[in-house]
């Protein structure tokens, strides 16, 4: 077996410990040292955040890299440096000086390294052959024992909205989930969150102690249009969020908060703002047909609140795909609190991924929370039939759709 199908078949396996990948990372030099970081986890709008944050180091000419899960299409698709994906070959090519390592690893503990940790490696390693001298890094599960948390310092820890999800993994209480993702701490970081319950933004600041704390609140909506929110900050007026959604208010009002920690002017904060990308996020990919990542409850939530904000009395159809082990029809049970009476969903497997819901059991949690549902094996045509009964067509659930797509 090629190494790179060797790490391809370790998806599956979540190692919430750190013992391998930070043996592995000093056996690979300790790529990411020098560089600024920010490390961010939370539960819903990391990815929303990073991609604001990187906006804002392209128009403060940085030379910055981003490394994201889940992939959409590709491992090539988690690593970036200044937009640009890494390419097959470079990602070989650092596989291929990773491969030894491996092995070395796997003598000394017994155990096998993730394709997460594996992939998180490589990620430092490009970013240090490119030059970079800021990195984003986004937690893929929880915080503490996250492969992202075996770098050893970060300039900049960001908590986005705490909210339940991997509660198997990472604790039954909104208060457990935090004090998981809050382990991402290093004793010179400076914490930012914001938009949280009063509780956890508590228990943040409790354990943040004796670090620099920001709490984001500065930006102030003054509207919409279409689906974008129009904000303002300090003397900077009618600024359209370039994601769409009501929630992207929190998750801009983060990275606002991150850019000036960095040193970004206002015109600078301004372009992120307004030019930030995120694909899968309540994005676009036709006429009136929306795709959303949301797979958990508060996601869930976010998007029925978004709904609610800018859509009136319109039919609405949506297609829906979730991971077996997700809480999908409490996340479902949100729909009930849609102003729109006429909607209706059809229910898909998620082919790509063998942890998938079936169409049948997605039909059951719905039609039980009193919705009317079809069922389709393909999301492509489910959204083609959804096209000619409804004015607005919404794709939610898993993000591993979006390669099916």
């Known amino acids: 077996m090629d190494f790179k ?29 020098g560089m600024y970081i920010i490390h961010v986890a939370g539960t819903n709008g990391k990815g929303s955040v990073c991609a604001y944050v990187c906006a ?58 993730s394709q997460f940790e594996i992939n998180f490696v490589v990620a430092l390693l490009y970013f240090k052959n ?6 984003c890094l986004e937690c893929g599960m929880g915080g503490i024992g996250d492969a992202t948390n075996s770098i050893d310092d970060s300039d900049i820890c960001v908590i986005t909205k705490i909210s339940k999800d991997h509660m198997n993994y990472l604790g039954d209480t909104l208060e457990e989930i935090c004090e998981n993702k809050c382990g991402i701490f290093k004793e010179s970081s400076c914490v930012i969150t914001g938009f949280q319950q009063e509780r956890i933004k508590k228990k943040i600041a409790l354990l943040a102690k004796d670090r620099e704390f920001i709490y984001a609140d500065k930006l102030r909506s003054e509207g919409f249009e279409g689906f974008s ?35 970004a002017d206002k015109k600078q904060i301004r372009y992120a703002l307004e030019n930030a990308k995120n694909p899968a996020r309540f994005e676009r990919i036709g006429e009136n047909v929306y795709f959303d990542g949301a797979h958990n ?44 009476k006429d909607i209706s969903f059809i229910a898909v497997p998620v082919k790509t991924n063998p942890r998938s819901a079936s169409s049948e059991d997605l039909k059951i949690a719905i039609e039980s929370l009193g919705f009317e ?12 039939y959804a096209k000619k009964r409804a004015d607005f067509v919404f794709v939610i659930g898993s993000l591993y759709m979006y390669k099916e797509l």
């Open 229 to 263: 929110e129009i904000v303002s900050f300090s003397d900077e007026k009618d600024v359209k969020l370039s994601l769409s959604g009501i929630g992207q208010i929190q998750n801009a009002s983060i990275a606002y908060e991150v850019l000036k920690k960095i040193g």
């Open 297 to 340: 409850p508060d996601g869930v939530e976010t998007l029925k609140n978004s709904i609610n904000r800018y859509l009136e009395n319109e039919k609405i159809i949506f297609v829906v795909g979730f991971m077996k082990d997700k809480e999908y029809k409490e996340a479902l049970s949100k729909l009930k609190e849609l102003k729109q």
């Open 130 to 135: 490119k030059g970079c001298t800021h990195i």
């Open 5 to 33: 199908t060797y790490a391809k078949s370790r998806q599956t396996e979540v190692c919430l410990e750190l013992e391998r990948v930070k043996i592995l990372l000093s056996k690979a030099g300790n790529p990411h040292r």
């Open 56 to 113: 804002g180091l392209d128009a403060m000419k940085k030379r910055w890299g981003r490394f994201s899960s889940p992939e959409l299409f590709s491992v090539e698709d988690t690593i970036c440096v200044e937009n640009e994906f890494i390419t097959s070959r470079e990602l070989e090519k650092i596989y291929d000086f990773l491969r030894p390592l491996c092995v070395e690893v796997e003598n000394e503990t017994g155990k096998n390294v």
């Open 373 to 384: 549902c079809e069922t389709s094996e393909s999301v492509s045509d489910a959204i083609e």
